[in-house]
Structures are given as structure tokens and as C-alpha cells.
């Protein structure tokens, strides 16, 4: 158990400062796009789709490292008040209750979804566009698996630290 | 919930249908197509089948609309085949291609040549069933903030332009540039295009691109009559009686001939106002550029066949139909039209 | 079934409250609710279909693509010290007043809103750069907040603005079939140009009458400090050095939209990476620091667009239970007169901000009652920003207030949500105020437009 949330915490952050790697690409790339156009009238759409392709993997790939820094924003009226035991029950509760079921269902509901890009190849629509739209379109299914397993590891956490506090309480 | 049984004997049942689309919602021209659709079915069916029209994003985004009716999310769409060009390269036959037929000799390939039979065999593998969904008419080549005189005025002009004919234009020396449409008016404006196709004088005039632009070029070379398509989710249409299918044909095709005289009675409207109150430039694509574009299209497309056996089928097809059309109407429409103008003694 | 979603909404506020993260609430409780009443027949199964469809729009959304890049400008400018200079200079140059940081907000913050537009990156930016100093200040916390949100927000009336664009598609449709209907066979017509020459002086007044509370408000204050002297000294001596480059890099993005080197999401590409090379030249970025910008940047956007999916996801299964219908049903019992249905229209779109955003509202609610109003003869473009400035307060409404997210994101741990909600009451107000302005004076929004075409 132990294990694997170590593990999993080290492949997040790993994914982590990959995804941030990719904003760091954007930027210069994007940069370019403007430089490149404006200044020697050369330009393609298939960069353009390509500063689109790292955004969606940033934002998507990103959200199990977001979730194991704790950095989704939560309305804490009273969430910031309760115990930490308390923050651990609410945190299990919430990744199995609202986490797991809309990640599984994202997953089951896009899979088609996905498949069928595959299936055809699809390419952009757009003059010079680039052909992996079957990739970006993947990107569903990886969001889903990075935040299940992210969420895995930090529900063994919450619940053993849950556990713990639940002991020294009970002394 | 609905009752997807084929139960054609059961006259009393009632089907209730999605249908999305790829415009705002009542959008002047393509968004009521489907709007007078959804009005035809209900009152000929006598409320049996129902439609609900849905504008872009209210459940799905524009270009969702091929996959939400694909898997079921709604039973029906209405949007343009050369969205699907990403999926199915043979698509933009069944909208338009540049230097292709204007819209009345595509609704004629389509209706009464073999273009619906090899629109529904392009769609089949994907359980989708396609009609024809309107037409804009002839469009116009764009709004543009540089003068084009010469080829020359083409190397590194920036513009808005989809499809194939983004393509040749970038061949041509174009840098065609992809832009959100709501980023469309202030980048004209701006300058961050130079240039933009949009549809024609009504939805243009409506969209105030005359106070962005200095000149609107004619010649709808990339557009000479664009068609678009109700798209119906074949087990969906299936499951209905045989007189409701045939009111869901029939009313598609009522909206795809009314569309075009909408178009047509509006566009002439639009541009007398553009010209006389707004004081548009009308100007002409000259006729070298015309031809590097039409050199260019027949390269573009040549590539697509060699890559896609469908396409060159189905180019074969419309070329076919195209050649013999071109021959009848230049010594009709077109000796007309020049008839038309002369001066009387 | 209609109360269903009505139900839906009430539940979603309750689960909030657990302080689990809002996305997975919106995101979660819309789901399981909507399985629920499927079981039930009140909720139409195949609408689930669109999820993939939906979520992959919004990820391919070419506009939403400047929120990383402004946001990862937003954050070299706060490691490199660029920003906080700039805030300083200009706060430098109102030192001795007590309100002089709050105006440096304003001021900049109206900068960031006439070159981004992006509520979310100008909150962000704002909150990062600002709100630590203006607490160092003494500023009461809710002041600060609602500060820095409301701030924020003006990019949503400032040109040039996604806002004003999405309204004025809508409008304008609206406008020449409200025409039609009429019996106007050759109909005027308005643009997004009318409603970006149209804002100018609305959004000017409200900065204005920003910077005026404000001021009002520290100077009654006994525990706001002024600039301390160490920090005007130190500012002092480099004033132009601080104040010039960052307010090149501003005119860089505001000047690559204006001149047309860039559209606004290309001008947030070109801003990041200008503020990269400003901090390099000022030897102020190290590997290290371009390393945790780009993990923050990661973080903040990931945050937003789980959110932008949560809501998606919400609005998807409010809209399947019927609550559409029942916003329908609400506009037929309008009362009559020109004065009376606009004030139901405000007021049902000033309610609606609490629970829908401005993209929705704009797609689904002002398509709907547009044509009724432009039908009894009322100016479109006056139309288009009345709707604007009441969509402006929809983002700080609780408990759906983008803006109000936006900032709890990156706000230390010492400001309390509740003072983020209470800090942005004045403002609220002070909008409503100027929509009382703009209501009682159209010209305020007419007549700029009429000079200039
Ligand atoms: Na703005
Ligand atoms: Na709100």
C-alpha cells in the first residue's frame, strides 16, 4: 500500500513538471506563431492546433497532480474549521462518492467517443492542420485514468491517516 | 423516455427528437432552416414527432453536432459536410468545393443524379443519414483590408479561410490563420487578418463586417453555393413509421429549397443596403489569381483522390455531372445572364 | 419535473459546503442526481452522450487557450518582482495616500482588462501579485478581495472583450429579426464593433467609480498604513526603471491586439513571453524560478479547467431536468411596458448569474428575450451593455462566482472565503449603481458609437 501511493505520488509529480514543461512550449511556441507571421508573413495552422494540443494535455494530464497538491479550490466555510480528521473523512468520502463516479462514468462515456477517432484517422478540418486529432482526443481517457489513480493513493492516505487520529482520539 | 419501437402499425405513438445544430439558436439564414424544419414535422405529423432545436453548445458545440447524432445524444442535426472533412475526406462534395457547382446543379446531382445515393453510402459506416439542409447561394469571396490586384498581393496575405479552399489558398502563398469566430471581427478590425471569408451579404451585414473592412470582393471562387445537410441518426429514423420518415424527408427537403430563396431574397436586400447606406467597395478578384487558385484546386484535389479511394469515387461522380451541367448552362443561365444586360435600342 | 433542477441546484450548494473541491461537486452531485432521477424516467439518459463531446470542446476551445498564457505571465512577473515593482511604481506615485495600493490595482488591473479579458488570468494575476501586499498594508481582507475580483471582472466590459463578442453575435441576430418581425425589410444593423466603441465609457465610469469607493473607504479607515517608507525609498530611486518595462510589456500586449500583430489569445502568448525575457534582462529569472512558474502555471490552469468541466457537466443535467424550461416559463409572465419587461429581464439575468456563467447565460437566456425587448423599440447597443455590466456581476455573485474562485485559488490560507464574499458586496453594488446610471442615461453607452461610425 505503502508502495503504491509512493509510487503513484512520484509518477504525478513527474507528469507534473512534464505538463509544466509543456507550458513553458506553448509560450515559445505561441511566441513564434505571432514572431514568424507578423514579422515574415510564414505561418501554419498545424502550429497553431499544435499550442492546442499541449494546452489540452497540460490542463487534463495536469489535474492528478493538482488534486495530490491539494490545489482544486474548495468553498471552506466550515471545511477549514473542522478537525484534520474530519478534512480526511470528507476528502474519502469525496473522492469515492463524487471523484470515482464521474471519472469511471467520463472514461466508460468516452471511450466510443475516443475509439471512433481512431478508427478514422480524424485529422483537422483546418487548411494544414495536423492528424492526430485521435490523440488529442485521448487526452479524455488519460484525465480520467491520472485522476483515479491519484485519487487511489490519496484515499489510502486519508484513510490511514483518518485511522490514526481516530486512535490518538480514542486514548 | 421515448419508445424506440418499430412499431409502424401503432399511428397513435408519439417520438420526441433532438435536434442540434451548428449555428446560435434562430441565426438569420442557417439557423432557421432547422427552426421551420422542427415546425413542418410538428404540424404535419399532427404532433406526432416532435422536434426540439438546439443552437451550437447548448448540448453539444458546433462542431459536435456529426458525433452527438452519431452516438444517439440527439436523434437529428443540422450543420455543413465540410465540418467532417477531419473524418471523412469526401465530405466537402456534398457541401461545396471551390471552382464546384453553384446550387442548383448541386441540388439537381443530389436529387436527381446519383449525389444523395453516394451521400448515404459515405454516411452509412457511421449510422448516419444525410439530407440536403439548404443552401446559401453563390457567396462572396470576403472582406478584405488589402487590395488584391495581382498574384502577388496573395504572398503572405493573412486570412480566414476553411476548408479546401484554405488549402489552395495557402499554396497560392496565403498564410490562412485559424481563429475562434467570436476573435473574427476585432482581428479584421485590428489587422491581425488581413482578410476573411464569412457566408454573404445578409449574414455579413448582419455580423457589421463593412465597419471593419475596406473592400468585398466578389467571386465566391471557395464557395460557389454552399450546401448544408440534416443529418439523421439512422436507428432513429428506422424506429419511426414509414409516414413519419417520409414526413422527416419532406420537410428537409421543403427547408432546403425555401432556404436557398430566403438567401436569395435577402442577400439582394443586404447588399443594396451595404453599397448605398454603408458605402461598401465591391470589387473583383482579377482574373490571374482566379486562375493560380483554379490550377491549384484541381492539385488539391487530385491529392485528395490519389490518397482516398471514397473521394475519387464520389469525384467522379460529381465531375461527371458537373461537365455536362457546365455545357446546358452556358448556353442557358450564362447566355441568359449576359442577354439580360444589354441595353435596350 | 422542472423542480427537479431546481432541487439539483439546492443539493449542489449543500454538497459545496463540505468543502470538498467545488469541481468535483458540480461535477459529481449532477451526475449521481441525474442517474437518480433516470431511474425515475425524469432525466433523459442519452444526454449523457454529450459528455465527451462537451469536454472535448472545451479543451479545443481556441479562446480559453490564453488562460495558461496569461496566467503563466501573470507568475514570471510575480517571481521575477516585475509586477509587484509595477504595482509599487504606480502605488509609489499615490504613496502618501493611504488608498494609494488599492488605485495601483484598479489602475493596473483596468491595464490587464484592456489587454487580456480573461476574468480568470486577471484574478489570478492580481491575486498573486497584489493581495499578499495589500494585507501587508493593513487593507481589511474583504476589501482587498473584493478589490482584486471586482477588478477583475472589467475585462469582461473593457475592450477589447470575449464577453462583448459572444453578446454582440447574439444581438445582432437577434436585432435585424426583432426588425423583420416588425415589419423593417431592410433592417440597421449592430456589430461587435458597436459594443466594443459602445463600452468604452461605461467601463471608464465604473473604474472610476471603483477607484472613488475605494478611496472613500481607506481614507475613513484608522488601520490602513500608507506605503512605508523603506519600500517608497527603495521604489523611488528606480521609479522609471521599475515603471517602464512592465508598462512596455503591457503596451506590448495591448499594442499587438491594437496594431494587429495579434489576436487577444496570441497577445497572452506574446505578453508571457515577453515577461520572460524582461525578467532575463533584468537577471531576475533563474532555472529554478522558470521551473516553478511552470509547475504553478500547470497547477492553476488545471484548477480552472476542472471547474470550466465541472460546470459543464452541471449545466448539461440542469438543462436535461427542465430547468431550462422553467427560466422559458418565467419570461412568458412578463409584465407589460418597455420599463417593466427590461427590469424583469435585468433582474432574471442578475439572478441567473448566481448559478449559470456569462457564456451560457449569453447563449441561452439572451437569444430568448433579446427579440422581445428590440422588439419594443430599445436600443441595441445600450441593450448589449446593460446585459454586459449585469453579466459582469455573475461572476462575483456566491456561490458560482468564477471570479470568486479564481482568487480562493491562489489567496493564502488567511484570507476566509467569507471575506471574499463580503468583499465584493460594494462592488456588486456599485455596478448595479452604474446599470442604474446607464438605465437612466442611455447616451452614457450611445453615443460614443454614433461619433465614431
Ligand atoms: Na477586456
Ligand atoms: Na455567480
Known amino acids: ?171 | 423516455g421515448e419508445k424506440n419501437t418499430a412499431d409502424t402499425t401503432q399511428k397513435t405513438q408519439q417520438f420526441k427528437w433532438k435536434l442540434v445544430t451548428s449555428w446560435p439558436k434562430n441565426f438569420p439564414g442557417l439557423g432557421l432552416g432547422p427552426e421551420k424544419f422542427a415546425k413542418y414535422v410538428n404540424e404535419m405529423s399532427g404532433g406526432r414527432l416532435t422536434v426540439k432545436v438546439y443552437g451550437a453548445g447548448e448540448i453539444v458545440p458546433a462542431l459536435g453536432v456529426f458525433e452527438a447524432v452519431r452516438n444517439g445524444t440527439a436523434q437529428m442535426g443540422h450543420s455543413g459536410a465540410y465540418y467532417w472533412k477531419g473524418k471523412i475526406p469526401a465530405a466537402p462534395f456534398f457541401s461545396s468545393i471551390p471552382f464546384g457547382m453553384n446550387a442548383q446543379e448541386l441540388n439537381a446531382w443530389i436529387h436527381h443524379g446519383e449525389g444523395l445515393a453516394l451521400w448515404r453510402e459515405v454516411y452509412k459506416p457511421f449510422g448516419l443519414v444525410p439530407f440536403a439542409g439548404g443552401n446559401t447561394g453563390t457567396q462572396m469571396a470576403g472582406w478584405f483590408n488589402k487590395e488584391v490586384n495581382s498574384l502577388a498581393d496573395i504572398q503572405g496575405l493573412k486570412m480566414r479561410i476553411p476548408g479546401l479552399a484554405g488549402d489552395v489558398f495557402q499554396r497560392a502563398g496565403g498564410v490562412p490563420v485559424n481563429l475562434p469566430g467570436g476573435e473574427l471581427f476585432t482581428a479584421l478590425q485590428t489587422g491581425a487578418i488581413d482578410a476573411t471569408e464569412w457566408v454573404g451579404p445578409y449574414n455579413d451585414l448582419a455580423f457589421g463586417f463593412h465597419k471593419a473592412a475596406k473592400y468585398y470582393y466578389t467571386s465566391a471562387w471557395h464557395e460557389p453555393g454552399s450546401m448544408l445537410e440534416f443529418i439523421v441518426n439512422e436507428d432513429a429514423l428506422l424506429a419511426l413509421p414509414a409516414d413519419l420518415q417520409k414526413i422527416v424527408e419532406v420537410a428537409a427537403r421543403a427547408v432546403n429549397s425555401d432556404m436557398l430563396s430566403e438567401y436569395t431574397a435577402e442577400n439582394n436586400k443586404a447588399l443594396q443596403t451595404l453599397v448605398n447606406k454603408h458605402g461598401v467597395e465591391i470589387k473583383q478578384l482579377p482574373d490571374d489569381v482566379l486562375r493560380q487558385y483554379k490550377q491549384l484546386t484541381d492539385e488539391v484535389i487530385a491529392d485528395l483522390i490519389q490518397n482516398d479511394p471514397v473521394s475519387k469515387k464520389v469525384y467522379g461522380s460529381y465531375l461527371a455531372f458537373y461537365e455536362q451541367a457546365r455545357k446546358y448552362h452556358e448556353v442557358s443561365e450564362q447566355a441568359y445572364y449576359r442577354t439580360r444586360e444589354l441595353k435596350a435600342n | 419535473m422542472e423542480w427537479l433542477s431546481l432541487v439539483l441546484f439546492v443539493l449542489v450548494c449543500i454538497v459545496l459546503m463540505s468543502g470538498y473541491p467545488v469541481a468535483l461537486v458540480l461535477a459529481g452531485t449532477s451526475l449521481l442526481f441525474a442517474g437518480a432521477c433516470a431511474l425515475f424516467g425524469a432525466f433523459d439518459t442519452s444526454l449523457f452522450n454529450a459528455l465527451p463531446i462537451r469536454l472535448f470542446g472545451i479543451i479545443n476551445n481556441q479562446t480559453l487557450l490564453a488562460v495558461p498564457l496569461f496566467v503563466f505571465m501573470g507568475l514570471v512577473l510575480e517571481k521575477s518582482k516585475i509586477a509587484e515593482d509595477l504595482l509599487l511604481s504606480i502605488s509609489s506615485v499615490f504613496g502618501r495616500y493611504k488608498a494609494g495600493l488599492g488605485l495601483s490595482v484598479i489602475l493596473v488591473g483596468m491595464l490587464l482588462a484592456a489587454s487580456t479579458g480573461i476574468v480568470g488570468a486577471t484574478v489570478v494575476t492580481m491575486g498573486v501579485l497584489s493581495l499578499p501586499a495589500m494585507l501587508k498594508q493593513k487593507y481589511p481582507t474583504s476589501l482587498a478581495a473584493g478589490t482584486i475580483c471586482a477588478t477583475g471582472t472589467l475585462g469582461q466590459i473593457i475592450p477589447p472583450s470575449i464577453a462583448l463578442v459572444l453578446l454582440g453575435d447574439v444581438i445582432s441576430s437577434a436585432y435585424q429579426q426583432s426588425q423583420i418581425n416588425m415589419g423593417i425589410f431592410s433592417p440597421e444593423t449592430v456589430s461587435v464593433g458597436d459594443l466594443f466603441v459602445g463600452a468604452v465609457i461605461p467601463g471608464l465610469i465604473l473604474v472610476a467609480c471603483y477607484a472613488i469607493y475605494v478611496c472613500i473607504v481607506c481614507w475613513r479607515s484608522d488601520t490602513i498604513t500608507t506605503a512605508t517608507k523603506a519600500i517608497e525609498a527603495d521604489v523611488n530611486v528606480s521609479v522609471w526603471a521599475a515603471l517602464l518595462p512592465p508598462l512596455g510589456l503591457i503596451l506590448i500586449v495591448l499594442g499587438s491586439i491594437l496594431l494587429g500583430f495579434a489576436t487577444p489569445t496570441e497577445a497572452a502568448g506574446v505578453g508571457a513571453f515577453g515577461a520572460i525575457l524582461l525578467a532575463l534582462c533584468k537577471r531576475k529569472l533563474n532555472f529554478e524560478q522558470l521551473k516553478t512558474v511552470s509547475q504553478s502555471t500547470v497547477k492553476i490552469s488545471s484548477m480552472i479547467f476542472l471547474i470550466l468541466i465541472g460546470a459543464s457537466i452541471f449545466s448539461l443535467v440542469f438543462r436535461g431536468l427542465g430547468g431550462e424550461e422553467l427560466i422559458h416559463s418565467l419570461f412568458e409572465n412578463m409584465p407589460g411596458g418597455v420599463v417593466g419587461a427590461t427590469l424583469v429581464v435585468m433582474l432574471v439575468i442578475f439572478l441567473l448569474g448566481f448559478i449559470l456563467d456569462f457564456i451560457e447565460i449569453t447563449f441561452v437566456v439572451v437569444p430568448i428575450v433579446a427579440p422581445v425587448l428590440l422588439s419594443m423599440g430599445i436600443d441595441p447597443v445600450w441593450l448589449g451593455i446593460m446585459i454586459a455590466l449585469n453579466l459582469q456581476t455573475s461572476f462575483l455573485t456566491p456561490p458560482f462566482g468564477f471570479a470568486l474562485f479564481y482568487l480562493r485559488g491562489v489567496a493564502p490560507a488567511s484570507v476566509k472565503t467569507i471575506d471574499i464574499y463580503k468583499g465584493v458586496m460594494p462592488f456588486i453594488g456599485i455596478q448595479l449603481f452604474v446599470l442604474l446610471l446607464l438605465a437612466l442615461w442611455p447616451e452614457i453607452a450611445t453615443w460614443l458609437p454614433e461619433q465614431v461610425y
Open chain 1, 1 to 171: 500500500m505503502n508502495l503504491y501511493t509512493k509510487k503513484i505520488n512520484a509518477a504525478s509529480e513527474w507528469l507534473g513538471n512534464a505538463m509544466g514543461l509543456f507550458t513553458l512550449i506553448m509560450v515559445l511556441l505561441m511566441a513564434a506563431i505571432v514572431i514568424l507571421r507578423y514579422g515574415f508573413d510564414v505561418g501554419t495552422v498545424a502550429m497553431q492546433e499544435g499550442v492546442l494540443y499541449l494546452h489540452g494535455a497540460a490542463l487534463l494530464l495536469g489535474a492528478g497532480y493538482t488534486l495530490k497538491h491539494d490545489d482544486h479550490v474548495r468553498v471552506d466555510v466550515f471545511y477549514r474549521s473542522v478537525t484534520a480528521r474530519t478534512q480526511h473523512l470528507t476528502n474519502f468520502i469525496g473522492h469515492l462518492f463524487l471523484l470515482m463516479p464521474v471519472v469511471v462514468f467520463v472514461f466508460v462515456m468516452s471511450f466510443e467517443y475516443v475509439l471512433n477517432s481512431w478508427d478514422m484517422m480524424e485529422t483537422s478540418p483546418e487548411p494544414g492542420g495536423l492528424a492526430f486529432v485521435y490523440i488529442q482526443k485521448s487526452l479524455l481517457l488519460l484525465f480520467c485514468v491520472c485522476l483515479f489513480i491519484q485519487a487511489l493513493a490519496m484515499m489510502i492516505n486519508d484513510f490511514v491517516a483518518f485511522r490514526q487520529l481516530s486512535h490518538k482520539g480514542a486514548r
